[in-house]
């Protein structure tokens, strides 16, 4: 049982580039979750999902865009990177109406 | 969804009672509070959660005023593995969880 699966773990982008980061979920839950953490500061939400179809912005939803692909997987793309998104993203899921969320490894990206 | 208080940092004694607060005064009625930690770099942990009663499982205990203005984590008997950051979170139906900066415990031998 995997639970949540982001890709990759690591990433280095030049200002401009874009990329998307993988989350997916086997836990058959509704709702998913982009978060962000900078460097000794908590997690601050990007966009949610409440089911498949759904997004909604978070705290610090500019310059990200997201895509609730399918029950599973939940994407988050940069379109053009810039040195202040430097940082580590977690993706997470829990079951609708109970936030006990489950949370990824992280995705520690660098833009220089 | 509410904001919540916590202190920036604690410590506490191994083998001693861990006791982190949580002020949440603007809670309404039907908002949970909920309780993760997050240990290093690794990605958050869910501990326990509550909505009135006092709750306990096996890894804290979570004790909420009868006003349900604040609340208490506690880990019975800390070790050095708890050493992490502790976030007290209130939601209720958006579904977001919001996480402000946390309290980090420092459990020193």
């Known amino acids: ?3 949540v699966t982001q890709t990759p773990k690591f990433q280095v982008l030049k200002t401009g580039q874009s990329m998307t980061l993988q989350c997916a979920q086997d836990m058959n839950h509704n709702s998913m979750y982009w978060y962000r953490q900078d460097p000794g500061m908590g997690l601050r939400l990007i966009y949610y999902s409440a089911s498949e179809g759904t997004t909604d912005k978070g705290e610090v939803p500019n310059g990200y865009n997201v895509s609730r692909l399918n029950k599973r997987e939940f994407s988050l793309r940069l379109e053009s990177a810039a040195p202040s998104q430097t940082s580590v993203y977690f993706c997470a899921s ?3 109406g109970r936030w006990e969320a489950f949370f990824g490894q ?3 990206l660098t833009v220089v | 969804d ?3 208080t ?3 940092s604690m410590d506490c004694a191994e083998g001693r009672a861990a006791n982190l607060p949580c002020n949440h005064s603007t809670i309404s009625g039907n908002e949970y509070v909920y ?3 997050q240990i290093h770099s690794q990605g958050p942990q869910y501990i326990i959660h509550g909505l009135k009663n006092n709750e306990t499982n096996e890894m804290a205990s979570l004790i909420i005023t009868e006003d349900r203005k604040s609340s208490t984590l506690i880990l019975p008997h800390a070790t050095l593995r708890d050493t992490a950051v502790y976030y007290c ?3 209720g139906n958006t579904g977001k969880l919001i996480f402000g900066q946390g309290t980090t415990l420092q459990v020193k031998p």
């Open chain 2, 89 to 91: 979170i209130v939601t």
């Open chain 2, 35 to 37: 309780w993760y930690r």
């Open chain 1, 94 to 96: 829990s079951e609708r």
């Open chain 2, 6 to 8: 916590q202190p920036p």
């Open chain 2, 2 to 4: 509410a904001k919540t």
């Open chain 1, 106 to 108: 992280g995705t520690r």
């Open chain 1, 1 to 3: 049982n995997a639970g």
